[in-house]
């Protein structure tokens, strides 16, 4: 059995993770996904409740080969337990994917695999650039999967966050 393991805050969850998890899948046989930051929502870095980005990831992964285990993980001071804290919340797992230079540094220490996936369309694809876009009213459909445009706008997140910024007129 080979367990992956992909962190992030999925501020929202976009089509650069969607990219990476379909390559992990590539590999392994299930999935683990850490929600980072879990205990953050409703700032303007940080607009989406942890089981908001549960929904986002889980929905628009529906379709995925392979099982996958969606565990929210919330923050804590001290970086040198922080890879236990993680194991400690999680199914165990072989390979950690990350391009976070922190993520990567405490896996390696702790003695476990880590990879570094390709970045995918960076330049517009990242959880800053959406937000940008949504608090603009800029069009940010096309950077997201479908299943993930449907949970925002059930949630009304474009608006809770224009409203979080205050910039909703
Ligand atoms: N476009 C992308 N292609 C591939 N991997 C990505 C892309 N954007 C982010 N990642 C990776 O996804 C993981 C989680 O990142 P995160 O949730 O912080 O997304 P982000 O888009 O970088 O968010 P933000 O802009 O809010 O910091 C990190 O390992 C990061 O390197
Ligand atoms: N000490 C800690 O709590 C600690 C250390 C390293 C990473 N993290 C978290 O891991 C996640 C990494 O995701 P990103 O790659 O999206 O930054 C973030 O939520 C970050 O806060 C937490």
Same mark, same amino acid.
């Given at each position: 059995?080979?367990?992956?393991?992909?962190?992030?805050?999925?501020?929202?969850?976009?089509?650069?993770?969607?990219?990476?998890?379909?390559? *992990?899948?590539?590999?392994?046989?299930? *999935?683990? *996904?850490?929600?980072?930051?879990?205990?953050?929502? $409703?700032?303007?870095?940080?607009?989406?409740?942890?089981?908001?980005? !549960? +929904?986002?990831?889980?929905?628009? +992964?529906?379709?995925?080969?392979?099982?996958?285990? !969606?565990?929210?993980?919330?923050? &804590?001071?001290?970086?040198?337990?922080?890879?236990? $804290?993680?194991?400690?919340?999680?199914?165990?797992?072989?390979? !950690?994917?990350?391009?976070?230079?922190?993520?990567?540094?405490?896996?390696?220490?702790?003695?476990?695999? !880590?990879?570094?996936?390709?970045?995918?369309?960076?330049?517009? $694809?990242?959880?800053?650039?959406?937000?940008?876009?949504? +608090?603009?009213?800029?069009?940010?459909?096309? +950077?997201?999967?479908?299943?993930?445009?449907?949970? *925002?706008?059930? &949630?009304?997140?474009?608006?809770?966050?224009?409203?979080?910024?205050?910039?909703?007129?």
């Amino acid at each position: 059995m080979r367990r992956g393991f992909y962190i992030g805050r999925f501020q929202p969850y976009h089509n650069g993770h969607q990219s990476v998890l379909e390559e *992990i899948a590539r590999w392994a046989d299930e *999935i683990v *996904i850490g929600v980072g930051s879990a205990q953050l929502s $409703h700032t303007p870095d940080n607009p989406f409740t942890a089981g908001e980005r !549960v +929904l986002m990831i889980t929905r628009a +992964l529906a379709d995925l080969a392979c099982p996958i285990y !969606v565990i929210p993980i919330e923050d &804590i001071r001290r970086n040198a337990i922080w890879v236990a $804290h993680v194991r400690s919340m999680t199914p165990p797992f072989d390979v !950690v994917y990350s391009g976070n230079p922190l993520v990567m540094q405490l896996f390696a220490e702790a003695g476990m695999e !880590v990879q570094s996936p390709d970045m995918y369309e960076r330049a517009t $694809h990242s959880g800053r650039e959406i937000r940008r876009r949504m +608090l603009c009213g800029e069009a940010w459909e096309n +950077l997201v999967p479908p299943a993930v445009i449907d949970v *925002i706008r059930e &949630i009304r997140g474009d608006e809770r966050l224009r409203q979080i910024a205050g910039t909703d007129e």
